[in-house]
C-alpha cells in the first residue's frame, strides 16, 4: 500500500521561504516511470498544480511558480520537499503531494496540509 504523508508548518510569514516534506512509504521514488507532484488547492478555489520530480530526479513546474518553487528529493529517506520562497498570502492553502504514473494522472495522495501565509 503506497502511502504519501505531508508534514511542514502550518504558517509561514510573508516573505519567509515554505518548506513542506512528502514521506512516501510502500514504494520508492526512483520507481522507474513514476513521477511526483505537489499540488495546492488555495480557499474556495480548484486545484493549482506546482510541479513534479520524476524517478530520474529531473523536475518541471508551472510556468506561473518556476520563479519561486524547487522541489528536491532524499532517495535514502524516500522524501520529497517542496520549497517556495517569497511567500505572500496568496499562497495559502491546502498543499498536497501526489503519486502520477507516467502518461496517466495521479493515482495516490497525500491527506494534505493547510498551509497558511500571515504575519
Known amino acids: 500500500q503506497v502511502q504519501l504523508q505531508e508534514s511542514g508548518p502550518g504558517l509561514v510569514k510573508p516573505s519567509q521561504t515554505l518548506s513542506l516534506t512528502c514521506t512516501v512509504t510502500?514504494?520508492?521514488?526512483?520507481?522507474?516511470?513514476?513521477?511526483w507532484s505537489w499540488i495546492r488547492q488555495p480557499p474556495a478555489r480548484g486545484l493549482e498544480w506546482i510541479g513534479y520530480?520524476?524517478?530520474?530526479?529531473?523536475?518541471y513546474y508551472s510556468p506561473s511558480l518556476q520563479s519561486r518553487a524547487s522541489i528536491v528529493r532524499n532517495t535514502s529517506k524516500n522524501q520529497i520537499t517542496l520549497q517556495l520562497n517569497s511567500v505572500t498570502p496568496e499562497d495559502t492553502a491546502v498543499y498536497y503531494c501526489t503519486r502520477v504514473p507516467r502518461s496517466s494522472t495521479a493515482d495516490y495522495w497525500g491527506q494534505g496540509t493547510q498551509v497558511t501565509v500571515s504575519s
Open positions: 520530480i520524476g524517478y530520474s530526479g529531473n523536475t
Open positions: 510502500g514504494d520508492s521514488i526512483s520507481t522507474n516511470n513514476y513521477y
